[in-house]
């Protein structure tokens, strides 16, 4: 099996059976308050399909596009992630007290989506061209920046999970382009200070801090949707009621097939249940490191590790949640939860890894070349033992000789 053969397959086989699986779990969490409400219990479910779909063919076709012409695409993505998320707390729709979705017909879009593959893309190709942030003054411009300006524009939706998810992504990169631990700890300190502020502001934020803390001192208010989940867990046992058999979707827990779909696979599917998500989140992620490990190119290396902690990243956030191990947050389970953007964006990065995987290990990293004037690079050339020298042209061995006959003079 070649190179990348084995993480490709891993990758693939891991990500169509998670999208596959959601598909269920939405149908399970959505179909019986659909059929109790008399509307269509399929509804969900033909939305779902019709965005994993749409998912998949994105991910077929970033997987045959050469992901190094990413590079160029990579300002024209940020500038289109800002619009969205300027347009969207204009135009966009309220739902549940946030504006954070699109409406285009039928559909929806959320722009703070696609944010976090554009600053990933971004944050890779401008690391792998300059040196590793080394200082805190480094580090702010332009990385910071464009992460403050992100994080703003998100928070103001609001959306607390979503500028999580994009720190999550940014500091994986950066600890894989070499900025040193310490920088990133007092950048950390600064970041953790201003998103206690941001929840200290919002009252709804932190209410649900003071639940996540003690979520059975209010559990018929702010700690009702901890309360559930816990309970919906716990109600599975080993083995789970069965699938579809759950009772903790109807009216009981909110947002069952969204961010606290995982509830519903821990009452219906049980602890094993629970578990076989885990190990396929653990497979993705060690495929992907290994697909980031083999890659000659620094820009694949790091839009790859970019990508595993897009993906992993928010799952482990989402599991933290609904396991009352981390405060509620809003962020989806990927592959699973209810959500087109989410689902469509994530598959469409999974195509770009794979494209990686394929072509990463075989690629030439550019270096800079100091005999252009213009800054450009040149491709990287090993010179082992066993290499060959290039032939010199008769200029060269013009100049050998004389310097041989003037030393014969002397």
Known sequence: MKRGQLESHVLVLVTLALVAFGLVMVYSATSAPAALARTDPMSYLKKQGGYALFGVVLMMVASRFDYRKLRL?????????????LAV????????????WIELGPA?????????????VWAASYLSRHPAPRTLKELWRPVG??????????LAEPDLGTAIALVVVLVAILVVSGTPGSTLAAAGGIAVSLGLLAIWLEPYRRARIFSFLDPWKDPQGAGFQTVQALISLGSGGAFGVGLGQGVAKVNYLPEAHTDMILGVIGEELGLVGVAAVLAAFVAFAWAGLRVALVCKDPFGKRLAVGVVALVSGQAVINLAAVLGLAPLTGIPL???????SSLVVTLLAVGVLLNIAGSG????????????GDGGTRRAVARGRGGARPAR?????????????????S
């Open 73 to 85: 695409l990579a300002p024209a993505l940020v500038l289109t992630a800002l619009a969205g998320c």
């Open 89 to 100: 707390l204009a135009v966009g729709a309220r739902i549940n007290g946030a504006r954070r």
């Open 108 to 120: 929806t879009f959320q722009p703070s989506e696609l944010a976090k593959l554009a600053l990933a």
């Open 145 to 154: 920046l464009l992460l403050g300006v992100f994080c703003v524009l998100i």
């Open 334 to 340: 990927p592959f699973i939860s209810y959500g087109g």
């Open 361 to 372: 290990a075989r690629a030439t990293a550019a270096v800079p070349d100091r005999g252009r």
């Open 393 to 409: 042209s008769a200029r060269d061995v013009r100049r050998v000789a004389g310097s041989h006959r003037g030393a014969a003079r």
